[in-house]
C-alpha cells in the first residue's frame, strides 16, 4: 500500500534551518508529482510546495519563496523540504502528500490523494 513518512521536523529558533524527508512507498514514485503542505494550530491545511515528477517544475506558496526548497530524489523515492530562515509563522505539522492523477490544481489540499503522518516543527521567537 502507498505509505509516506515524514521526518526531520523539531524545536528551533527563529533563523534556523530544518531539512525535513519524506519517505515513499507502494507505488511508482517516479510517476507522481509531490508537495508539501502545513498545518497550523487552528488553522486549515494550506499548500506550501510543490514538484512535478522530473523536478522541472516547482512552486511555492508567496511566504516561503527565498527560504525554502523543494526537492526529489527519485532513485531514492525521497522528497525533500529545505527550510531555512525560519519564522514563529512556520510553526506547523508539516505533512508530505502524492499528487491526485486528475487535479489540475496543485494548491487545493483536494488535489492530494495520499499524506503521510505529519512532523511537527516549532519555531520559537
Known amino acids: 500500500q502507498v505509505q509516506l513518512a515524514e521526518s526531520g521536523g523539531g524545536l528551533v529558533q527563529a533563523g534556523a534551518s530544518l531539512r525535513l524527508s519524506c519517505a515513499a512507498s507502494?507505488?511508482?514514485?517516479?510517476?507522481?508529482?509531490m508537495a508539501w503542505l502545513r498545518q497550523a494550530p487552528g488553522k486549515e491545511r494550506e499548500f506550501v510546495a510543490f514538484?512535478?515528477?522530473?523536478?522541472?517544475?516547482?512552486l511555492y506558496t508567496d511566504s516561503v519563496k527565498g527560504r525554502f526548497t523543494i526537492s526529489r530524489d527519485n532513485v531514492m523515492n525521497t522528497v525533500y523540504l529545505q527550510m531555512n530562515s525560519l519564522k514563529p509563522d512556520d510553526t506547523a505539522v508539516y505533512f508530505c502528500?502524492?499528487?491526485?492523477?486528475?487535479?489540475?490544481?496543485?494548491?487545493?489540499?483536494?488535489?492530494?490523494?495520499?499524506w503521510g503522518q505529519g512532523t511537527q516543527v516549532t519555531v520559537s521567537s
Open positions: 502528500a502524492r499528487k491526485d492523477s486528475v487535479s489540475r490544481s496543485f494548491e487545493r489540499v483536494s488535489a492530494y490523494d495520499y
Open positions: 507502494g507505488f511508482n514514485f517516479n510517476s507522481r508529482a
Open positions: 514538484i512535478s515528477v522530473s523536478g522541472a517544475n516547482i
